[in-house]
């Protein structure tokens, strides 16, 4: 399994992302809600925030995507494998997009509270 | 205290085998290494340790802290540095009239870096638990300057028992925000 994670960790990172999405745009915790429900909400609440999510989501899902597929190739040839060093890219810059948006959302709110 | 964040890539078994108690990761035993034997880390970047393990075929990847106060941290000018830079030119000239094969800077080949460390390490390692530097690769922008594209801090661990909070490391993880 590459970086030896399994599927419930793929799962905990999404889950996490819409979480602290949520957190940080001032949705109140509910730990009960569904993706379906933390996702409306955010959207509600945040569409800028909602859209960079989603973004930073697809991202994630591609490249665990293929590090499935490499993982059943043997072995990855070697431009297999820059394509997915490529997606580690692509998957962190949005998380970052992401983290620097609840940032400032953050030290707004902070602000002006 | 400085408390750095580190990741190191390596074998699922060896990584797993430290998580679950075992007292030490193996050392990595490339002649090429700048900093000789150990168990290497980068700091910071978790970038340098996901590709570097795509590239390797390494499976697992230990994210952990270190005390900088342990090691001999040459990103900081003081007595332990020093001492270590007054020892390591004594040392240079026996290494580079030795057989050893010579650096390779294109190949990121340290052959006699690393051999230099090697040759310290018995006396270093009873007082340190490692040595923290930083690595400029690639040509810079400029001629002569010091504007390099790829800047990475690395950390060459000699004794794991220093390891603090280690964890397998997730990708993209948003815990402990």
């Known amino acids: 399994m590459y970086l030896s994670m399994t599927e419930q960790d793929y799962q905990d990172v999404r889950r996490e992302a819409r979480l602290q999405t949520a957190r940080a745009i001032g949705i109140p915790d509910e730990p009960d809600a569904t993706d379906y429900d933390l996702d409306a909400s955010i959207n509600r609440a945040d569409h800028v925030a909602h859209g960079l999510l989603h973004r930073f989501l697809d991202s994630y899902q591609q490249w665990w995507q293929k590090s499935l597929e490499l993982e059943d190739a043997h072995p990855p040839t070697q431009e297999e494998r820059e394509l997915l060093v490529k997606m580690i890219d692509e998957r962190d810059e949005i998380r970052k997009t992401l983290l620097s948006y609840l940032g400032y959302i953050r030290a707004r709110d902070s602000v002006s509270a | 205290m400085s408390i750095i964040r580190v990741f190191h890539a390596g074998y699922a078994s060896e990584i797993q085998a430290f998580l679950d108690g075992a007292v030490g990761i193996a050392e990595s035993q490339s002649t090429v290494n ?79 870096d690393g051999e230099l460390i090697n040759r310290l390490r018995p006396d270093l390692e009873k007082q340190y638990a490692g040595i923290r530097m930083a690595f400029c690769l690639d040509e810079p922008i400029l001629p002569d300057g010091h504007l390099f594209p790829r800047q990475q801090i690395q950390i060459c661990l000699w004794n794991c028992q220093v390891i603090r909070n280690p964890r397998k490391y997730i990708g993209s993880s948003f815990r402990g925000l």
């Open chain 2, 34 to 112: 700048w900093l000789g034997r150990g168990v290497y880390f980068w700091e910071s970047d978790h970038r340098c340790a996901e590709k570097w393990s795509i590239r390797n075929v390494r499976e697992m990847i230990l994210e952990c802290h270190l005390e900088t106060e342990l090691l001999i941290d040459l990103l900081i000018d003081d007595q332990r540095s020093q001492a270590f830079w007054k020892l390591a030119e004594k040392q240079a000239a026996a290494i580079q009239s030795s057989s050893h094969k010579p650096n390779e800077k294109s190949k990121e080949y340290f052959c006699l």
